[in-house]
């Protein structure tokens, strides 16, 4: 079983930065991809960032240049700079098993004021 909590969240004026973390458990260290996708309201979930591994990295267009995603052991980051009120929306830590079953977390809000 895979347990995934991620954190901080929170309110932020545009421009300025967070750092997301999603701490997982359970067999997740052995994760073959680890990501970040998020929800704005009235809108479908959309991708983030992936990690496979340090040379194996994606981000959408719109994030690039402003995300960063890492990870450590069974933690995965997403710094994010330079935040636009079209970031806000709840942010979800995912990570997809070699055997192909994803897991997902509960979210966490990030509210970009402008």
């Known amino acids: 079983q895979v347990q995934l909590v991620e954190s901080g969240g929170g309110l932020v004026q545009a421009g300025g930065s967070l750092r997301l973390s999603c701490v997982t458990s359970?067999?997740?260290?052995?994760?073959?991809?680890m990501g970040w996708y998020r929800q704005a309201p009235g809108k479908q979930r959309e991708l983030v960032a992936t990690?496979?591994?340090?040379?194996s990295i994606d981000y959408t267009d719109s994030v690039k240049g402003r995300f960063a995603i890492s990870r450590d052991k069974n933690t995965v980051y997403l710094q994010m700079n330079s935040l636009k009120p079209e970031d806000a929306a709840v942010y979800y830590c995912?990570?997809?098993?070699?055997?192909?079953?994803?897991?997902w977390g509960k979210g966490t809000l990030v509210t970009v004021s402008s």
């Open positions: 995912t990570v997809r098993m070699p055997y192909g079953t994803d897991y």
């Open positions: 359970g067999s997740a260290f052995s994760a073959s991809v």
């Open positions: 990690i496979r591994s340090r040379d």
